[in-house]
């Protein structure tokens, strides 16, 4: 089982719907959780951390955690081309000593 | 504000060579990590400094080390490289001290891609 999963798509979305864009961890300790946007030759961005069960909305997104699942999502509103880029997952650890874990990412394409 | 810079951009090697990358976190950081990405998978985590002490290390050999000088900028060092080693090498820099480093998002540089020949 990986440490991070993620569904590697693409996603394939037109343009004004919703994605979602979904993350499940295997660390029951970890403790910070982040959505990275990717793009093609790019270096990762970031675009929102939680740290609380719940919802945390940020203009068209909203991440959401569930510890209890070990299970967090993305929710992009109102996709845009502009969104089509690789999302990754990140979960940062404190056991045994610090690391961040990404997934593999999921691929997202918006339609135009 | 200048973010995080890498040096050099790109770099040619050849097995058995050893090569150093270069990162300069964002003023005011203090912690610095190094990532290294394959084309088509997430970046997996190397390294961890804070105040020059290493505070994580991920699966990677030994021929991968790092350190981190007084001015918080930090040296990623291959020795005895090898094909698998080419990819894009990420730093990223966070806020603050290691308690917070758990909660601090981090922001990554450009990356130096390593070709191994």
């Known amino acids: 089982q990986k440490e991070v999963e993620q569904n590697s798509g693409p996603l394939s979305v037109p343009e004004g719907a919703i994605a979602s864009l979904n993350c499940t961890y295997s660390?029951?300790?970890?403790?910070?959780f982040f959505w990275y946007r990717q793009y093609s030759g790019k270096s990762p961005e970031l675009i929102m951390f939680i740290y609380s069960n719940g919802d945390k909305e940020d203009g068209r997104f909203t991440a959401q955690l569930n510890k209890a699942s070990q299970y967090v999502s993305l929710l992009i509103r109102d996709s845009q081309p502009s969104d089509s880029a690789t999302y990754l997952c990140a979960v940062n650890q404190g056991t045994g000593g610090f690391k961040t874990i990404f997934g593999a990412g999921t691929r997202l394409f918006v339609k135009a | 504000d200048a973010g995080v810079t890498q040096s050099p951009t790109h770099l040619i090697k050849t097995r058995g060579q050893h090569v150093t990358l270069r990162c300069s976190p964002i003023?005011?950081?203090?912690?610095v990590s190094w990532y290294q990405q394959v084309l088509g998978q997430g970046p997996q985590f190397i390294f961890q400094?804070?105040?020059?002490?290493?505070?994580g290390r991920g699966n990677f050999p030994d021929r991968f080390s790092a350190r981190q000088f007084p001015n918080y900028s930090s040296e990623l060092n291959v020795n005895a490289l090898l094909l698998g080693d080419s990819a894009l090498y990420l730093c990223a820099s966070s806020l603050e001290g290691l308690a917070a480093v758990l909660y601090n998002e981090q922001f990554f540089g450009p990356g130096t891609r390593l070709t191994v020949l």
């Open positions: 400094y804070y105040e020059k002490e290493e505070r």
């Open positions: 003023s005011g950081h203090k912690s």
């Open positions: 660390d029951r300790g970890s403790q910070s």
